[in-house]
């Protein structure tokens, strides 16, 4: 026989187990770390840029404002418009008005009258439109000076205008209106990776890069985008590495928030900015960590690679050991085939053995079942013996009667005990199972007087009928009774509670004060007893548990709460067998 190589020590197996373990550990720790480093890093950098980016922007914008506010008050002091309003006399004035626009840059410009009819303007196709009841039209003939008006918040068409009265001799003629363009403004800053929102004082967005974002709150804004798909949602998930840093997500990409007050109207600018800048440069990083991990996990393949082959030479050696076994293995397997061919020939002999054994088995619960009525029939022909000795026949022939009727149920019996080998299929008829209980009780009557046992019976008013055997119920009836009456024996105080529940599946409960019960798993296993020997042969709940399910019920126990334990024989009620049975009819 050839020996085998030395196997390789268990220490030197496991080690690059570990040591490959480890190296994951340690590089996964360094690119979260680094990750969450260099990602603070860059945040850093990219929040003071937006900073200074917003104070630009809030700066420019109150310029702006500013710029045109002063406008309506050189304008109140022109004396060609004032004696155009005195005169009636326009022609010219909307030339006017166009080259005050483009010298001031402003969107619009436009002159009502006293009434509030446009009686020039920058835009000629707005002249005679009359505007008394807008609210800049109607601030301006309240104000002394110059007033600021948004209008076309609720109607989603925004303006921003500044108005001013003008005045002859103290009487107001008119009003001067200049609409400030702002949306150019925010449409040039539209093309940054940014979005910049302007709020009022009651939080509504007034102007935005985004379009849609106006006539709402940011919170809204941000909230009513569209739901993203699985696929996007797991694509962002896995991109944001530090959501600590993100204030909120637009179109699927991170971006954090910064606010600050403008000093005019109460309004606040709101500077939304994207992440994608630090994202990228914190990629870069991670690309070069990776590619450096990279490298030196080629060099640890390498050198686990080397060592593999001088492994290889091992398992050639090995492979001639593992030919040489299995030649031997065949020759085990060739004896094995002929011990089986003897195995054949004994399982034959145990088939024999198998039909005797089923043959005793039968006794035995012939024997069990036969036991409850032959105790009875003793008592009843001893009660007799003593009528007639009493000279009191007539009792006596009462006595014979039910002698006749035990007779008569264990001939019964010995029919019905195949049900536990094969489904019952006798004729089925309707049993009233406060009947069944009471002439169970009457069988056992001689048992119970004898024991002193305090039986506690409810039984509802009402027939309680099932579609069954009346012979196999009282069976199983009787066998919950006896169990209940042997669990009793070591009591003091002995007491068994029935109860009959009906409904759409019937309740029959028994109900002892004894010990409990030890094994409920083997409970109704043929052939399982915790009696002496002699005293049984657990067959009786096995027998009564295949009865139940013949019956379409079923058998079960538990231990109560307060010490015993508890039989329920569950049958289904008349009326929804004869369903069942008319169902499988049809189909």
Excluded: C
Excluded at 67 to 86: C, E, G, M, Q
Excluded at 116 to 140: K, N
């Amino acid at each position: 026989m050839t020996s085998s190589p030395p196997k390789p020590p268990l220490r030197s197996t496991w080690m690059p187990r570990i040591g490959i373990l480890l190296f994951l550990a340690i590089t996964s720790f360094l690119i979260w770390a680094s990750n969450a480093y260099f990602t603070q890093r860059f945040s850093e950098g990219t929040r003071q840029d937006a900073e200074s980016q917003m104070a630009l922007y809030s700066g420019r914008l109150v310029s702006e404002l500013q710029r045109n506010s002063v406008v309506p008050l050189l304008l109140s002091r022109d004396t060609t418009l004032i004696s155009a309003l005195n005169s009636s006399d326009f022609v010219g004035t909307s030339q006017r008005l166009i080259s005050y626009k483009e010298e001031i840059g402003a969107k619009s410009i436009v002159l009502l009258d006293n009434a509030g009819r446009t009686v020039a303007a920058s835009d000629r196709r707005e002249l005679g439109t009359v505007l008394r009841d807008t609210p800049y039209f109607i601030e301006a003939l309240r104000s002394p000076d110059t007033v600021f008006t948004t209008s076309g918040v609720s109607e989603g068409r925004l303006g921003f205008f500044y108005s001013r009265k003008l005045q002859s001799q103290k009487e107001t003629v008119g009003v001067i209106l200049i609409e400030v363009d702002l949306e150019q403004m925010f449409d040039r800053w539209s093309n940054r990776d940014s979005i910049i929102s302007v709020t009022d004082s009651q939080g509504i967005i007034i102007l935005s890069t985004e379009r849609q974002f106006r006539q709402q709150t940011i919170e809204n804004a941000l909230a009513n985008q569209p739901a993203l798909s699985p696929v996007e949602r797991a694509w962002r998930a896995t991109g944001e590495w530090n959501q600590t840093i993100t204030n909120a997500n637009f179109q699927g990409q991170p971006l954090f928030r910064l606010d600050q007050k403008i000093p005019f109207q109460g309004w606040q600018l709101s500077y939304l900015a994207s992440f994608e800048n630090v994202r990228a440069r914190v990629n870069a990083v991670l690309a070069l960590e990776l590619m450096a991990l990279a490298i030196l996990t080629a060099l640890g393949f390498y050198l686990l690679s080397r060592r593999a082959i001088r492994r290889a030479f091992l398992f050639q050696a090995e492979s001639r050991d593992l030919r040489a076994l299995n030649e031997r293995l065949q020759n085990e397997i060739a004896e094995r085939e002929r011990v089986e061919k003897d195995l054949e020939v004994a399982e034959q002999s145990l088939a024999q053995s198998s039909k005797l054994a089923a043959l005793g088995e039968m006794s035995a619960a012939v024997s069990h079942e036969l036991n409850q009525p032959l105790a009875a029939m003793r008592t009843y022909l001893a009660g007799a013996k003593l009528l007639l000795q009493r000279r009191r026949p007539a009792e006596a022939m009462s006595s014979f009667q039910r002698i006749d009727d035990l007779i008569e149920r264990m001939g019964s019996i010995t029919k019905q005990l195949k049900s536990y080998a094969r489904k019952g299929g006798d004729d089925l008829i309707d049993v009233d199972m406060r009947d069944a209980v009471t002439a169970s009780l009457s069988m056992m009557a001689p048992q119970l007087s004898q024991m002193k046992v305090e039986i506690q019976t409810t039984l509802p008013p009402d027939p309680i009928l099932v579609l069954a055997d009346k012979v196999r119920v009282e069976q199983v009836i009787v066998n919950l009774l006896r169990n209940a009456l042997d669990a009793t024996k070591m009591q003091e105080d002995r007491r068994i509670d029935i109860m009959l529940v009906g409904g759409e599946m019937v309740k029959l409960s028994v109900r002892d004060n004894g010990p409990g019960i030890e094994d409920l798993d083997e409970l109704f296993e043929p052939f399982y007893t915790t009696k002496k020997p002699g005293d049984g042969v657990g067959l009786g709940l096995a027998i009564s548990s295949g009865i139940a399910k013949d019956l379409g019920g079923r058998l079960i126990a538990r231990n109560a709460n307060v010490g015993g334990a508890v039989f329920e024989f569950w049958l289904p009620e008349r009326d929804k067998t004869l369903n069942t049975i008319s169902t499988q009819a049809a189909e």
